[in-house]
């Protein structure tokens, strides 16, 4: 009896944290930033809405204006700067962790498949300062 009572206390308390840590607020409760989500469309996204806070979320931390150590000194903190990435092709490879190039955000998973379109979007547009 107090086995079965202990696994299904156990199986409770299980169901109600997958259910709390795969809210899509997680990521804002954690990091402060807002999650991006895929319940609209990918498509017209533009630098400063859609872009910059990604960058933001994922890759300042390594390649902002405060740190680019063990970055290969690569800042992408500003338009232009991301846009070279953008125009060569090595910003979509990195991120899509396609072969030949760094996967990013280094060491870590690649992107959410929402978060990739995003940027695939962007780049796909021109790149636009917009």
């Known amino acids: 009896m107090k086995n079965t009572l202990l696994i299904t206390g ?45 960058m933001k979320l994922h890759c300042y931390y390594c390649h902002g204006d405060a740190n680019t150590a063990g970055s290969g000194g690569i800042n992408l903190a500003t338009y232009d700067n991301l846009k070279l990435y953008a125009d060569n092709s090595k910003l979509l490879g990195d991120l899509f962790h396609a072969p030949g190039f760094v996967p990013m955000p280094y060491g870590m998973p690649k992107l959410s498949d929402c978060d990739l379109n995003v940027f695939l979007d962007w780049v796909q547009n021109g790149a636009q300062n917009n």
């Open 10 to 54: 156990i199986l409770v308390a299980l169901v109600i944290l997958l259910s709390i840590g795969c809210s899509k607020n997680n990521v804002e409760t954690i990091t402060g930033q807002s999650a991006t989500t895929c319940d609209n469309d990918t498509v017209n996204m533009k630098y400063n809405e859609n872009i910059v806070p990604l």
